[in-house]
């Protein structure tokens, strides 16, 4: 039986939080200044979690907080004090990789769902019924499962136990997410939530007798980039996962910004819909889809582990760099005499051509017609990162909307 899909978002901050749950997201997913494998990323304090929760929920839109390190000894008294923590500001769930943790979760929130990560390495429906049993709602699916696999594992779990399943988004050179690469190379662990993305790092080969002679692993002047996998793109895809049994399908991409999340997001919730409103609406919209997936930051596609194994056309050899087509300018904030407050990312200037994202699909091209600072007083341009400006655009614009220029 094809189930409702939820489509999941990763959010870095408050402010990627609201921009998911306005651009289409059914769940957010966010992490804490502790306990989660994105300790780079901004994450959120207690106040902010409090706030982007209710936020959500005013909009029909869960939440979800993950607590998914895998645990040391030194760990294990400061996530029960989290847990106490969260249970007052209560999220929708708990994303969980280790066995201490969730025995702790059923302890201090009994009330709030925990979903098993990916990082538990959950390959065989006979791990789901385990998790099951124990008293988990729901699992991520290892990222080295093939729909088929997934298919089975539905057939063989209760009808109330939920799927999730990455369809979008960076691939690890790992199993399910649990890399040693990082611990290995700088003392950075992983697991712990420190990663510093070898996987991304350009290798050479040197010959023990020769220090110092750098000969490319493959044959190219820019060296090779053993690790460095594809972006994960299930767009084209969607019937099929909806069939497998699949009940939330998951971006990946805590350290991202608000635009890409956008890009994404809204990208995914019109393939979504599209396919249940009516299959042959989806089979038309596939350009555009695919045109605006391809709009912000990725490193080539390919479907993982979905169809079979990946082979070497999964890697990128001679480069690690994103292509970027859109260069993140702000999100839109209040109005103010016919001029909107953003908070600058990058740099932009008056009289420039630049593109409003609605949540809805449209983009608006306008030209940029006045820059003033927060005091009124008019600037040319827009230099400096993060300086709060408004900006007149010519046009009517929406809080959220997503300010964005197209790179040549």
């Known amino acids: 039986m094809a189930r409702h ?15 998911a749950v306005i651009f289409g997201a059914d769940a957010v997913y966010i992490g804490g200044e502790a306990f989660g494998l994105r300790a780079k990323a901004k994450n959120f304090t207690m106040e902010e979690m409090r706030e982007g929760i209710a936020f959500a929920h005013e909009h029909g839109v869960k939440v979800y907080v993950t607590a998914n390190i895998l645990a040391h000894n030194s760990d294990l008294e400061g996530v029960r004090e989290y847990f106490r923590e969260l ?28 979903h098993i990560s990916t990082q538990a390495n959950n390959t065989n429906y006979g791990t789901f019924q385990f998790w099951h049993k124990l008293g988990a709602s729901r699992v991520v699916t290892a990222r080295e499962l093939s729909l088929q696999e997934i298919r089975e594992i539905r057939a063989k779990i209760p009808e109330d136990m939920e799927i999730e399943t990455f369809v979008h988004g960076a691939m690890c050179i790992s199993y399910s997410g649990r890399c040693l690469l990082s611990n290995y190379l700088v003392g950075r662990d992983a697991n712990q939530g420190a990663c510093t993305h070898p996987c991304r790092w350009k290798y050479s080969v040197v010959e023990e007798t ?3 002679e750098y000969m490319p692993v493959y044959e190219n002047e820019r060296g090779t980039y053993i690790f460095n996998s594809k972006d994960l793109c299930m767009i084209e895809h969607i019937p099929e996962l909806i069939e497998s049994g699949v009940d939330s399908l998951k971006i990946e991409g805590r350290m991202k910004t608000a635009l ?5 997001a809204r990208t995914y919730r019109k393939a979504i819909d599209d396919y249940q409103k009516d299959p042959e609406l989806y089979r ?16 080539q596609f390919t479907t993982g582990f979905f169809f079979g194994k990946p082979d070497e056309t999964s890697q990128i050899y001679d480069s690690n760099t994103y292509v970027k087509e859109y260069t993140y300018l702000g999100i839109i904030g209040e109005e103010r005499e016919g001029t909107y407050r953003i908070e600058q990312r990058n ?8 593109e409003i994202m609605k949540p809805n699909g449209e983009n608006v091209e306008v030209t940029v017609k006045r820059i003033l600072d927060e005091d009124g007083a008019p600037q040319e341009s827009a230099p400096h990162s993060k300086q709060v400006l408004y900006v007149d655009l010519g046009v009517k614009a929406e809080p959220y909307d997503i300010l964005r220029r197209q790179e040549a």
């Open 5 to 19: 899909p939820e489509l999941l978002v990763p959010a870095s901050s408050l402010e990627v939080l609201k921009v």
């Open 87 to 114: 249970k007052e500001i209560g999220p929708d769930g708990l994303i969980i990789a280790d066995p201490a943790i969730f025995e702790i979760a059923g302890e201090e929130c009994p009330e709030i769902e925990r």
């Open 210 to 212: 020769r220090p110092g």
């Open 260 to 264: 890409y999340v956008a890009t994404v």
């Open 284 to 299: 038309k919209n596939m350009p555009w889809y695919l045109d605006q997936i391809s709009n912000c930051t990725y490193r």
């Open 347 to 354: 740099k932009f200037s008056v009289g420039e051509t630049i």
